[in-house]
């Protein structure tokens, strides 16, 4: 029953804000990839418009695109899928957790795994983080459900599995790190909790309980292998792409910043609720079954950490979107932290504060505006470019102008990327994404503004354009 209600709601939440903003910048890159007429031809132009991703949600989108057209409600009802596939998947991902210890005679979470299992799906259905992303014409939402595709197979292995969850494991590995390489901060997690009891008993490797560990991280192995034979090209291609100064805009993150992710994503009101039934859910689970534990922190915490040696030894690398996955075990910690309540009404309790405050977070985000009025600002610019070329700034947010003229190709033809000031043309469509001393130039190059809208501005060479 728990289940069923967390996908009803979650899909609820998903699939009804589909046409609530427009295309963003980053969208517009998907559609454009998505958008080439043959497989060859989107994988060529992901490499130039998604640098350093592989391409299995373009390519997944170039069908689906096929199948039920390119307005923005049909698109993003792919990700909307696969947001609400999670919730299943986060089911499956924490029943197979709470019964890891049970494989080796543990005392394991075994008398409320159905129940606690339903109250993550539950917790994951109504949290803003993995709602707002499967609003979105991107690859997060597909690689949060690969990734947990993929931890089920994983730990199901894990406790005795079979050849198809062995076979499993490796497929999903390959395949989520096709959505996004940043799924292989998870399998990283995995593969220190596969490393502690190796160490163990490095000196008897030939234990059934260690070989089976070592067995499954050749699974794993084996996924990563799969993966970094497709992605070589791809790869090279975003280290390019680094070079250029695309990841420029992310900022240097505080160190403070792996727990701030958390509140954020969770909701200033909300985190200290989800907090304490999280760290008591990881007391119990400690006693009761301390290898799942160990897991759920391994997986909850490694990832963002490791984002944050990468930002100061290497590159500000410390984004939210790639770290969703690290949010299933903080909620799968909470729901143990329900379930070890003393009796049934606080169970109850605890758990119609958690969903209301969720829903609360959900729906003060909802009333505010998250979009900039490319739809708008792309006629606009148009019409006052007069049928010359018009630019736009930043580059790359020229496809999704091109997405919103769509329906007139002489006009979508007319705009162009200014990265870079002295450009030529009369118009520039200038959003407030484009920053530092390259914006500056531009709006000092086009002075006068046609209009101003919600996250951009139209703005001319000459004074007098309607």
Same mark, same amino acid.
């Given at each position: ?10 899909a609820?939440l ?6 609530l ?17 043959s497989f060859?031809?989107?994988?060529e132009?992901?490499?130039?418009l ?11 989108l170039h069908?689906?695109m ?6 923005l409600a049909?698109?993003? @009802? $792919?990700? +909307?899928?696969? *947001?609400?596939? &999670? =919730? ?5 991902? #924490?029943?197979? /957790?709470? @019964? $890891?210890? +049970?494989?080796? *005679?543990s005392? &394991? =979470? ?5 129940? #606690?299992?339903? /109250?993550? @799906? $539950?917790?994951?259905a109504?949290?803003?983080?993995? =709602?707002?992303?499967s609003?979105?014409?991107r690859?997060y939402?597909l690689m $949060?459900?690969?990734?947990l ?8 292995t894990?406790r005795g599995?079979?050849?198809t969850?062995?076979?499993g ?15 292989i ?8 909790w ?8 490095w000196?008897n490797?030939?234990?059934a309980?260690?070989?089976k560990?070592v067995y ?8 990563l292998i799969l993966?970094?034979i ?6 090279r ?5 680094a ?8 900022q240097?993150p505080?160190?403070?910043?792996p727990?701030a992710?958390f ?5 200033s009101v909300?985190?200290?609720?989800f ?10 689970g400690?006693?009761?079954?301390r ?7 391994l997986?909850?915490?490694l990832?963002?950490f490791?984002?944050m ?5 290497v590159?500000p ?6 770290l969703?996955?690290?949010f299933?075990?903080f909620?799968?910690l909470?729901a ?6 003393p009796?049934?009404?606080?169970r109850a309790?605890?758990?119609?504060l ?9 729906y003060a985000?909802?009333r505010k505006?998250?979009?900039?009025q490319w739809?708008?600002?792309a ?8 049928g ?15 997405y919103y003229?769509r329906d ?7 705009a162009r990327?200014a990265?870079?000031?002295g450009t ?8 407030d994404q ?7 130039e531009l709006a000092a ?10 996250g ?8 007098n354009?309607?």
């Amino acid at each position: 029953m728990l289940l069923g209600l967390a996908l009803i709601v979650g899909a609820g939440l998903r699939f009804t804000g589909l046409n609530l903003y427009e295309m963003s910048a980053d969208e517009g890159a998907s559609w454009a990839a998505a958008a080439q007429p043959s497989f060859l031809k989107v994988i060529e132009s992901q490499r130039r418009l998604n640098p350093a991703e592989l391409g299995l949600h373009d390519v997944s989108l170039h069908y689906w695109m096929d199948a039920f057209g390119d307005s923005l409600a049909a698109m993003r @009802a $792919l990700s +909307a899928l696969a *947001g609400t596939l &999670a =919730i299943l998947l986060t089911w499956l991902a #924490a029943r197979e /957790l709470l @019964a $890891l210890n +049970a494989a080796n *005679g543990s005392p &394991a =979470i075994g008398d409320y795994r159905d129940l #606690a299992a339903g /109250l993550a @799906a $539950l917790l994951i259905a109504v949290n803003l983080i993995t =709602i707002k992303y499967s609003l979105e014409l991107r690859m997060y939402p597909l690689m $949060l459900a690969l990734v947990l595709a993929q931890v089920a197979c994983f730990l199901r292995t894990a406790r005795g599995g079979t050849l198809t969850s062995y076979f499993g494991t490796a497929i999903f590995t390959a395949l989520a790190i096709g959505a996004h390489p940043m799924a292989i901060l998870v399998f990283a997690s995995e593969g220190a909790w596969i490393l502690c009891p190796i160490i163990q008993h490095w000196q008897n490797l030939s234990q059934a309980p260690v070989r089976k560990l070592v067995y499954l991280a050749s699974s794993v192995g084996a996924g990563l292998i799969l993966a970094g034979i497709a992605a070589y090209p791809v790869l090279r291609s975003g280290d390019r792409s680094a070079h250029r100064g695309l990841l420029n805009w992310v900022q240097q993150p505080p160190l403070w910043e792996p727990f701030a992710l958390f509140n954020k994503g969770i909701g200033s009101v909300a985190f200290p609720v989800f907090a304490a039934l999280a760290i008591w859910g990881a007391i119990r689970g400690w006693r009761r079954a301390r290898s799942a534990t160990i897991f759920a922190l391994l997986w909850m915490w490694l990832p963002p950490f490791a984002l944050m040696i990468g930002s100061y030894a290497v590159h500000p690398v410390f984004v939210e979107r790639y770290l969703l996955a690290a949010f299933v075990p903080f909620f799968i910690l909470a729901a143990i932290g329900i379930m070890e309540l003393p009796s049934d009404r606080m169970r109850a309790a605890a758990t119609m504060l958690a969903v209301v405050l969720a829903l609360g977070h959900d729906y003060a985000w909802s009333r505010k505006p998250h979009d900039a009025q490319w739809h708008e600002g792309a006629r606009i610019a148009a019409a006052a470019a007069g049928g010359k070329p018009f630019e736009v700034a930043p580059g790359y947010a020229v496809n999704v102008v091109r997405y919103y003229l769509r329906d007139a190709p002489a006009a979508a033809g007319l705009a162009r990327q200014a990265d870079t000031a002295g450009t030529g043309g009369d118009v520039l469509l200038l959003s407030d994404q484009s920053k530092g001393r390259v914006a500056q130039e531009l709006a000092a190059q086009y002075p006068h503004v046609v209009v101003h809208l919600r996250g951009l501005d139209v703005r001319s060479i000459a004074r007098n354009r309607n």
